[in-house]
């Protein structure tokens, strides 16, 4: 079982850059692909952006790339989402999780592929 747990969420002003946090348990963090979503009121839960197992592999959703970025520090057990020039369609849950795997390279876009979710933090960008 692996817990997570999303930080930094908030209520931001259109341009505004937050950076979101997702500590997981667990002492193989090296051993987990990970991923950040977001769910919109009234939308079903998309893929924002992931990263393989050593962090050398990104991929992002074309709504946010080259504005937000992902990245993990293991020895921390710890992903981040970096997120600049937030816009108001940006407004959403935003949640980690986890993909156990021993494919160090691939990053996982499909949420079927991921094994466990945190609880999320919400982000709302105001206009």
């Known amino acids: 079982q692996v817990q997570l747990a999303e930080s930094g969420g908030g209520l931001v002003q259109a341009g505004d850059s937050l950076r979101l946090s997702c500590a997981a348990s667990?002492?193989?963090?090296?051993?987990?692909?990970m991923g950040w979503f977001r769910q919109a009121p009234g939308k079903e839960r998309e893929f924002v952006a992931g990263?393989?197992?050593?962090?050398?592999?990104?991929y992002y959703a074309d709504s946010v790339k080259g504005r937000f970025t992902i990245s993990r520090d293991n020895p921390k057990n710890t992903v981040y989402l970096q997120m600049n020039s937030l816009k108001p369609e940006d407004t959403a849950v935003y949640f980690c999780?986890?993909?156990?795997?021993?494919?160090?390279?691939?990053?996982?876009?499909?949420?079927?592929?991921?094994?466990?979710w945190g609880q999320g933090t919400e982000v709302t960008v105001s206009s």
């Open positions: 999780a986890v993909k156990i795997t021993s494919r160090a390279t691939i990053v996982y876009r499909e949420i079927r592929s991921y094994d466990y």
């Open positions: 667990g002492r193989t963090f090296s051993s987990y692909a």
């Open positions: 990263i393989n197992r050593v962090g050398g592999s990104t």
